[in-house]
Structures are given as C-alpha cells and as structure tokens.
C-alpha cells in the first residue's frame, strides 16, 4: 500500500494511457524485489521442516540467481518499450520506482528481519518513535517558539528536545518492562505463534539483570538527598542498548518524516493518500519507522546479535553436498560421537 502511494506520485495518467506497461512493470519489479527479500525469510522459516527444505533445496540453493535473472527480464522488457517521444518520461518512471523500491520495500524488511530476532526488536523501535512524536508535538505546544526547520514549520527546538529526553526516560524504563516477557525476547519458533503461546528459548545475555556498582561520588551525594547509601544497582545490558536505540528515535529518525514533508512539496500534495481517514496515507504514518527499522537492525546485528550455529543452518550446509560428501560427513560425525563417549557404539545401516 506504501509503495503505491509512492508510486502514484509520480503517475501521469495520460501519458500512461499511452504506455499500457507502465504499472504492469511496476508491480513486476516490486515481485522481483518481493521474491528476492521474503524468499529469504522464507527459507528461514522452512529450516524447522527438513523434509519439505530437501525437496525446495535447488530454488534455495539458487535463490539469489533466479531472482537476478527475474530482475534482468524486466530490464529488458522495460527497454523495449521505450517509446519516441517519451524517453524523458519513462527514464523518470524507471528511476522513481527504483526509489521507491530502495526506500519504502527495502527498508521495510528490516522490520520483518527484526520480528525474526524477536518480538522486543519490533516492537520498541515501533513504540520510541510513536512516544517521540506525541511528546515532541506536547512540548513543542506548550514551549514551543523556535522554528526547527524550514521544510515543517510547526516543529521547534524546544518539542525536539523535550521529545527527545522524554523518549530516552521512556526507552529505558519500558525495555525493563518488556525484557521480562519470553514472548518479546525469544525468537519465533514458528510463524504460528501467538502472545499466549508458550515460549521458550535461551534468553540473549543482555537481558539478564546485572550488577553495577555505583561510583562513590554518586554515591555520597544519594546518602546525603535519600538518607540511604546505595553502593550497587540492578540493571539489564539492554536498557543501555536502549538508550543508544532512544536516541535515534530523538535525534534521527524525526528527518524521515523531515523528507517525507520534502517530497509532498516537491509534489505540492498536502498526504500521500487518504487511506486513513484524518491522517491522510499509510505513508504519512510510517515515514520515520523504515529509518527506524533499519537502524535497529543494523545496531542489533553490530552490537548485539550471538554469533550462532543452528541445526537448521547446519542442514541446510549438508543438503548442498553431493551423496558421497554427505555420507562422509554422517561417518566423521558417527565416529567423533563415538569416540567423546557422547552417544554408545551404533552399528551404521550405510556403507
């Protein structure tokens, strides 16, 4: 529906009656990229049945080629429709799909990314921005009186600010909440499961509470203002990932929707659509949160994410090998078994 709306900005009727391909290709190539994104996901979710990933093996093992190759069909197919006296048009109908591709899908699917390391991922990179928004519009109100920028009038220094620390307060107490709770923290076992399914997994070390000890300063200036001498506190790992996380919500994330209101008056449009009566487009709701989506990605996978191997993973590495290589690896693995003394002699059915 976003990429839609992106898409139809740049649309002009008549000269696309003129083009009968013109939309068809921009539904392709949003497959191509769709394919090449959620087959990946796909695959992912499939690593949990053996069974079905064996026989779908050969499109996995050639997933990046096929969908190239899709790609490259549609290349050519929009080059042979290049018509004269509409060069100019097409070539800025190529690029702004492509735009808009990069931009709205892309992105898009860090959020699906983040929902596979774990509910908590989604949702408080979600929330952060919808806090930074509601505070920055209360205090801009009521203290606001210096313009931010030029491109959105009504934001000020001081609803810039005020949004800012109150998402920072607000990330850090909420992650200690959320941190708590299987169903945020642990991955998804399947694409089945519900806020009341029984989650369980190894929890990622940074939210197991730890200890921190308290410098002495601050120390001594508690004793004398609470009358009680705190030494130590309690505190997850992830409240000060949080913090980092908050922080682009403030700071950062507030130029999506800076660029969004760049583009409705390159358009001189006031929304992007009218989807959602009183707010205008899906668009004009999310402009902050594919920034926000591939941040948090991108900082979970720098700073957080365990260096892991699964079973699945493992699988998928043995079902690419040719039946020789695979009937080695099952005898090396027999005999190291063996040998640790981690499972008793098995009499092997291959030879």
């Not at 735009?99 to 989604?122: C, D, H, K, P, R």
């Not at 004398?224 to 922080?247: D, E, M, N, W, Y």
């Not at 926000?292 to 079902?319: C, D, W």
Request: one cysteine or more; a positive charge; proline letters at 5%.
């Amino acid at each position: 529906m976003i990429y839609r709306e992106v898409i139809s900005l740049s649309s002009v009727p008549k000269k696309e009656r003129d083009l009968p391909w013109s939309r068809a290709m921009n539904v392709y190539f949003l497959g191509c990229l769709e394919y090449y994104l959620y087959g990946q996901n796909i695959h992912r979710a499939l690593k949990r049945h053996p069974w079905l990933e064996a026989h779908l093996q050969p499109v996995f093992a050639h997933h990046t080629f096929i969908s190239f190759s899709m790609y490259l069909l549609g290349f050519v197919w929009f080059v042979s429709t290049l018509r004269k006296g509409y060069y100019r048009f097409q070539m800025g109908q190529f690029a702004w799909t492509h735009m808009a591709l990069a931009l709205v899908v892309m992105q898009s699917q860090f959020m699906i990314e983040n929902i596979f390391e774990g509910i908590f991922w989604f949702f408080l990179p979600i929330a952060l921005v919808i806090v930074n928004d509601i505070f920055a519009y209360v205090f801009g109100f009521f203290f606001g009186r210096h313009q931010l920028i030029e491109l959105s009038p009504k934001k000020t220094w001081e609803g810039y600010i005020g949004g800012g620390l109150t998402t920072m307060v607000f990330g850090f107490v909420f992650t200690a909440l959320l941190s708590d709770w299987k169903f945020m923290v642990c991955a998804p076992p399947n694409l089945h499961m519900t806020v009341f399914s029984d989650v369980q997994c190894d929890v990622n070390p940074v939210f197991v509470p730890r200890d921190y000890r308290v410098p002495s300063a601050v120390t001594a200036i508690l004793s004398t203002v609470l009358h009680k001498t705190i030494t130590t506190v309690t505190i997850r790992p992830v409240q000060f990932h949080s913090l980092a996380i908050s922080a682009f919500a403030s700071l950062i994330a507030p130029f999506g929707g800076f660029f969004a209101s760049g583009v409705k008056r390159a358009f001189n449009i006031k929304d992007f659509g009218n989807s959602i009566p009183g707010h205008g487009g899906v668009t004009d709701r999310f402009d902050c949160q594919f920034i926000m989506a591939a941040f948090s990605h991108t900082y979970f996978t720098s700073f957080i994410k365990l260096s892991t191997v699964t079973v699945g993973a493992v699988f998928s590495s043995f079902l690419v090998l040719n039946p020789e290589k695979q009937i080695e690896l099952y005898h090396s693995i027999q005999e190291y078994l063996q040998t640790s003394g981690s499972v008793a002699s098995i009499v092997s059915p291959i030879s």
